[in-house]
């Protein structure tokens, strides 16, 4: 027996290895090259696929190009001119550093690359075939860098199996693009596909701009701009408010110094600032971006480079928690507010990211685009505003089913609004400047005393009413001993009671937010809602989930007639109230009908 069995294998197959973490898909193949692009300093980057981009997919920058000598190194693994040791690890600023992506795609495809620097005369061209150059010579191409990949995986059958069908390549494709282009904003981005334009965007002069480009001008300006700054991390964005809501996260978008991740961690943070603010599993549509020290954030942690590791994850979910809890809690428009300095503008050197030595990072590219390309959105005041005359990307997502005319696009003072009176006895009839509003009085009342029971909860516990004489509430049997364990949930809501035998329960207070009157009742619906199971809850934001059921059931009903002092009192107390525009479920508290409508109506 030969005394080695282990042995070094050949650069190809490491390659291929290599390549089945970093391009999984024509999508992923596409994401390296632009994000190769970028990090050369293009300005425009054209994209064209066939079939999905498995036969085909060919990306051309204007960006700095490469020498013929790096043109021909760049096809090798470990091949960069991003980093040069393992301390530039800890603060990469570029979107590329490990030299792996054109070393794997080559070596899954058939590639031509063709480049040029602006001062060269003429480029070169190379071929290469499953990772191996088969010819270079010169050519003539204008200053940039060419890369067309043919027939992808075309030595690799069992990658090929796992393609799916060509329109979903072809849109995971273009969604790797959106991403990029998201936060690449002054750079244009166009694809093609199968010779068809899909997407054709132009440069853009902020960060809104091409949120408008992408998403869409009607859904961008139902969109909010938030932004905080705490402990050297920036959060800002663009977010919907309440009322705008979509059935799967495609929108929600996260990034991380310029780059794209998919983070648990902000994804968390998102669906935190918006729990009780839309109905359950709907989601936003938002552009987050979380800015901080290159050197608080670990980007090598991913083959795809998709995941992050954050150095003090808690304060940044705290940070992005917060800045956007604070704006949703406030949801006026940006042209309700007059220009805002939220608007997201072009790249400026952000305070936080500014490198401590201000060395160039990439020299090639550095000496070519002035900004820092991972910078992404910038805070500039008075950003220009600039009419979207682009169709959105037709990306298809699916619009909330209220009526967007019918969409609150301003939060309103309530009280200060007319009352013209009650309709069908649930909705409050108001007169404001814009138009007509109609309260829905039972999630007006939902969320004013949802937040009194939360406030009460935060400030060491709810507060309770003691009855001057004790109940006893007589309990199904079948059911008692689910109750009886609930105990304790229920004295956590506000209810000061004690078993009382086998079947009984001895009620002696109340949550003092209902009064008086009503807390037999209230306990008994709270029972009701206790189903099979009983509640299995831990925690505070469980918690919150029963006093959004609570409030529920001990708020005023559609179906009771209220006295004007009574409206009076719940607009009052309305607008006292944080999140007042939508009820704790999500359902919105009122819906408008602007005068222009109203008129339109009528065909005046
Ligand atoms: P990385 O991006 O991690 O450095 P790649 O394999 O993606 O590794 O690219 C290798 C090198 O090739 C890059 O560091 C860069 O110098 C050069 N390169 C790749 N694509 C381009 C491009 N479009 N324009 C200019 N240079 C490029
Ligand atoms: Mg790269």
Known sequence: ???????????????????????????????????????????????????????????????????????VVSLRRHATSKINSAADLTAIRTLGFRGEALASTASVSRMTLRTRRPADAAGIEI??????????????????????????????????????????????????????????????????????SLFDLPRAASSLERVRQILGAKLAAQMLTFEAVRNAIRVHGLATMSHESFATPRL??????????????????????????????RHPAIVLAVELRHEDVDVNVHPMKTEVR?????????????????????????????????????????????????????AAAASQSQTHRSTGLRLIPDAPVVAATQRPLGLGFARSDDSPALAPTSVPTYSGLRVLGQLFAGYIALESDEGMLLVDQHAAHERVTFEKLRAQLRDGGIQIQTMLTPLTIELNPARAAQVQAAIPHLRAMGFEVEAFGATALLLKGSPAVFGAEGGARLLSDMIESLGESGWRISGQSALEELLKQLACHGSVRVGRALEIGEIHGLLAELDRTEFKTNCPHGRPVHIQFSRGQIERMFRR
Do not use: W
């Open 1 to 71: 027996m030969a005394g080695r069995l282990i042995h070094i294998l050949p650069e190809q197959v490491a390659s291929q290895i290599a390549a089945g973490e970093v391009v999984e898909r024509p999508a992923s193949a596409v994401k390296e090259l632009v994000e190769n692009s970028l990090d050369a300093g293009a300005r425009r980057i054209d994209i064209a696929i066939q079939h999905g981009g498995c036969a085909r997919l060919a990306v051309s920058d204007d960006g700095c190009g490469m020498s013929p000598e790096d043109a």
């Open 127 to 196: 071929t290469a075939t499953a990772g191996d150059i088969e010819d270079t010579c010169a050519c003539a191409i204008a200053p940039g860098t060419q890369i067309e990949i043919r027939d992808l995986f075309f030595n690799t059958p069992a990658r090929l199996k796992f393609l799916k069908t060509v329109p979903t390549e072809q849109s995971a494709v273009a969604a790797a693009i959106q991403r990029l282009a998201l936060m690449n904003y002054q750079v244009a981005f166009s694809l093609s596909a199968d010779g068809r």
């Open 252 to 281: 929600v978008f996260t990034f991380v110094n310029g780059r794209s991740v998919r983070d648990k961690l902000l994804t968390r943070a998102v669906a935190q600032a918006y729990q009780s603010l839309l109905p359950r599993g």
């Open 310 to 362: 954050f150095r003090n994850s808690g304060a940044v979910f705290e940070t992005a928690y917060r800045a956007l809890r604070d704006r949703l809690s406030d949801q006026t428009v940006e042209g309700a507010r007059g220009p805002s300095a939220q608007v997201m503008g072009p790249a400026l050197q952000s305070p936080i990211l500014a490198p401590a030595s201000g060395e160039p990072v990439h």
